[in-house]
């Protein structure tokens, strides 16, 4: 359809790019500025600390026997929560590759060896470790927030802010990293709490922008949930979500527009697989028709919903495919999938050698096997990237940005644990397409990091990104009717969700509406006591907020902390919480939620992404 004209388009682009980018080189670079939320000038790469990378190597980790150990015994109050910040039961570990595959091993004078595996994919691992874009700014004036010995955060803005509301939840699922329901306490917050918590959230640079996302155990449980998205909302926080089972917003329509009024922006939808088959372990007798409803409920309030999948190997990892088509075939409803591998912590701290070996998911596993259970092209090697590069694209904000109030959303994850793929999804025929199979997305990354160092205005700096776009973009390869205005309007949102700032962002975030949208699929593979690696704790984008300062999930969950800070601060009894509150229901060993209205089930035409490709350009 556009043939030699697209052709003749990328051969201009790139013959100005050769020309002009030189001759921004060779000018002296301009500095780079210094916004107010920042402790200083925003930094170009040769500036920013690299990440710890690199097989082999040397690394701290956790002894899990004696991380254990430690924990009990601030319980028993035979040790201070200042010994266990100091001596959580570190040991070396070393990673390092053997027999295809990527191995962390490390052994304890006391509790002997321990062996875990990182990735059976060396050479996607290595590839993700050379992209990995490098850390933010230290964090400064946060001696209240970040107190927590070796396990301390160090640097970065955080790109999600976890606010754990409860204990209690109204399921009683396994896997569970936390273990909701089986502790002889409550640990409840109370708006007091939230107010302590978003006050520390301000409190230290650089102050950013980020996802605030209330958890649990299930946070719709608790009799707060509303008013803490209220006191978020206004202490100018915009990005409001909640990782949720889904029973409350199933149950009650109502309750999804009292969430959105209060402020919530969006929903983090617990989904392992789209059977009854794929999500018996989560204990619920009419799962997927909950799923449906919950989600018809939340699009009605004005929201959108990702869905948060656990991978377990040996119990939905043969099903993630269905789950991205799921999404492809709900884009009305759904904005992305977050693939999370399981973490041997909580409920299933205490697993067997053998069982962890079984049902281990290495995260690079990920490329592979959407690679195998799909027909969009997806290739692992091609389409993949650590999540650290949505970095470059906050700097960039930033640049453009320099009077912001705000940093942008920064993304810091170490390229271990964190990796994406972005899909262009055509909202009319419900198919999609990996961006970089027409979009050069990995050569476009590079171009915005040597436009951003060479410090340029922001004029100068969107006409070379501008440039950029349209070398890296391949028109004959890309979807019938998509084109260059199509890409800029698709990046132009993906741009004000990292770094719009106004009361109405939510709104605002949610108007556009055109026929191609963006559907990110992540990876985020959280550290467990058994592949505890220090190199990525330190500048963790996902920290929990408790009213004690703010701690990596990794550490919170993985390493023992979350067990200490709420033995210091547990609301009460079991016994007596139910005395004086009553019990809360529990769905578990097949029991059916009541839903207000049937939903259809589609779960039979679920099974595999359509073979089909979307139509590409091609030559009059």
């Known amino acids: 359809m556009f043939g030699s004209k697209g052709d003749g388009a990328h051969a201009t682009t790139n013959a100005a790019w050769r020309i002009l980018q030189p001759i921004n080189n060779m000018l002296p670079a301009g500095k780079l500025p210094r916004p107010s939320w920042a402790p200083g000038p925003l930094l170009n790469q040769r500036d920013r600390t690299p990440m710890d990378m690199g097989v082999p190597r040397k690394t701290l980790s956790l002894c899990p026997d004696c991380n254990r150990e430690a924990v009990e015994a601030v319980l028993k109050g035979e040790i201070g929560v200042a010994d ?30 321990f062996e875990d595996v990182l990735s059976n994919h060396p050479d996607l691992f290595r590839k993700m470790e050379r992209l990995a874009f490098g850390r933010d700014f230290g964090c400064v004036d946060d001696s209240n927030v970040h107190g927590h010995g070796q396990n301390s955060i160090r640097s970065g803005r955080g790109a999600f802010l976890i606010v754990d509301l409860t204990n209690r939840c109204n399921m009683m699922c396994s896997p569970c990293f936390m273990d ?14 939230i107010k302590v918590i978003f006050t520390n959230a301000l409190s230290f640079k650089p102050q950013r922008e980020i996802n605030v996302l209330f958890s649990g155990g299930e946070p719709t449980v608790s009799p707060i949930f509303l008013d803490a998205v209220r006191h978020a909302k ?4 915009h990005r409001l979500h909640v990782a949720t089972n889904g029973i409350r917003f199933a149950e009650s329509r109502d309750f999804a527009l009292q969430a959105r ?19 018996k372990h989560r204990g619920l007798g009419n799962y997927m028709a909950l799923k449906q409803q919950a989600l018809q409920n939340i699009a009605a309030a004005g929201m959108r919903t990702t869905l948060q999948v656990t991978v377990t190997n040996g119990v939905n990892n043969d099903g993630l495919g269905d789950i991205v088509r799921f999404a492809v075939q709900n884009i009305d409803k759904i904005h992305g999938v977050v693939f999370q591998p399981i973490m041997f912590a909580g409920r299933d701290e205490h697993v067997s050698p053998d069982e962890r070996y079984a049902r281990r998911y290495p995260l690079t596993q990920l490329a592979f096997d959407l690679h195998g259970q799909t027909s969009i092209g997806w290739q692992p090697m091609r389409d993949w990237f650590p999540l650290s590069d949505f970095g470059i694209f906050a700097h960039l904000c930033d640049v453009l940005n320099p009077q912001a109030k705000l940093g942008s959303l920064f ?21 999609a397409i990996p961006i970089p199979d027409f979009f050069d997305l990995e050569q476009f990354m590079r171009d915005v990091v040597e436009i951003t160092d060479s ?22 390869k890309a979807p019938s009717g998509f084109g260059p205005a199509d890409l800029r309007r698709v990046l132009e949102d993906c741009c004000y969700r990292v770094a719009g700032n106004c009361d109405h962002w939510s709104e605002r975030a949610y108007s556009y509406d055109g026929r191609w949208r963006v559907m990110i699929c992540n990876g985020m593979w959280f550290q467990d006591t058994f592949n505890y690696d220090f190199s990525g704790i330190c500048n963790s984008t996902t920290p929990v907020a408790t009213t004690q300062g703010e701690i990596s999930f990794c550490a919170y969950y993985g390493g023992g902390w979350r067990r200490v800070i709420e033995h210091q601060s547990r609301t009460s009894t079991l016994t007596e919480w139910y005395r004086t509150h009553g019990r809360h229901e529990i769905y578990a060993n097949g029991k059916k939620v009541e839903l207000g209205q049937p939903v259809r089930s589609t779960e039979a035409k679920l099974v595999q992404i359509a073979a089909e490709p979307l139509a590409v350009q091609t030559s009059n």
């Not at 027999?99 to 006391?110: D, F, H, N, S, Y």
């Not at 206004?234 to 926080?237: Q, T």
């Not at 993304?411 to 055509?426: M, W």
């Not at 969107?462 to 349209?470: D, G, M, N, P, Q």
């Open 84 to 113: 266990f910040r100091d001596k959580p039961g570190i040991i070396e570990a070393e990673i390092l590759e053997e027999g295809g595959r990527i191995l962390m091993r490390k052994a304890c004078e006391r509790h002997g060896p």
């Open 455 to 476: 410090g340029r205005g922001p004029t100068a700096t969107k006409a070379l990104v501008s440039l950029s776009i349209l070398r890296n973009f391949n028109q004959q």
């Open 261 to 279: 009024g209060a402020g919530l922006h969006g929903v983090y939808l617990q989904l392992d697989g789209v059977s009854e088959e794929k999500n």
């Open 411 to 431: 993304q810091e994850t170490h390229p271990n644990r964190g990796i994406f793929s972005p899909l262009l999804v055509d909202t009319h025929h419900k198919q």
């Open 180 to 193: 909701a329901n089986a502790a002889s306490y409550v640990h409840e917050l109370s708006i007091e709490d």
């Open 234 to 237: 206004s202490r100018g926080f």
